[in-house]
């Protein structure tokens, strides 16, 4: 309800040209997000990983860092779920902690919507999730860090594209994963992540 007030209180888009903030003005900009992984594990002995449903929730921050041209710097936030389904009752859940460092380029895509493509460095911190093995007999579940398990640091490259009306936003993009997630030095395992998120700008 708060949300929805806000968003009836505040000026038109046609006002503010993209919403939250003005291609036009050097501004400041933050952000709520909600949205959906769909995530795997990519590397070696993954042939069986298949795509995991996750949730993102976040906040983000955004500067306008060019006077001359319409380029954004943003920053945030997010809890965000990662991992994957195997073979059986196999699962890996993997949560972290994660900030972008994204470059944003505006332009408008009609009178009413901005298109922002972007991409930049992602820096996780793993904060929880459980694996499930299943042994043949019962199916185990144990913490998915630890000493020849996944590691907690994760650092990726995220890519996408976002269009902002009226101070709603809605974005898609895939974070590729780029440190070896897992504890060992036989083992090669990379988070990759496509996901959706919606969300307002104020």
């Not at 291609?23 to 069986?48: H, K, P, Q, W």
């Not at 500067?63 to 936030?77: A, C, V, Y």
């Amino acid at each position: 309800m708060t949300v929805v007030a806000v968003l009836f209180a505040t000026p038109s888009f046609a006002q503010y040209n993209s919403g939250g903030f003005s291609l036009d003005e050097s501004t400041v900009y933050y952000g709520a997000r909600i949205g959906m992984n769909l995530s795997t594990i990519t590397g070696n002995e993954t042939s069986d990983m298949k795509m995991k449903a996750g949730l993102t929730l976040g906040g983000v921050i955004g500067l306008r860092i060019s006077d001359d041209t319409p380029i954004f710097m943003e920053s945030g936030l997010y809890y965000t779920q990662y991992g994957a389904n195997g073979d059986g009752k196999n699962e890996v859940n993997l949560n972290y902690f994660e900030i972008p460092v994204l470059i944003k380029y505006g332009f408008m895509a009609t009178d009413d919507i901005a298109l922002l493509p972007y991409i930049g460095p992602t820096f996780g911190l793993g904060v929880g999730g459980r694996m499930k093995i299943d042994t043949g007999n019962d199916v185990e579940s144990e913490s998915s860090f630890g000493s020849d398990k996944f590691n907690r640091a994760n650092v990726g490259i995220k890519i996408g594209c976002g269009a902002e009306w009226n101070k709603l936003y809605l974005e898609v993009g895939y974070h590729f994963g780029v440190t070896n997630i897992y504890d060992s030095d036989k083992i090669t395992r990379h988070n990759g992540n496509l996901f959706a998120n919606f969300g307002v700008n104020f």
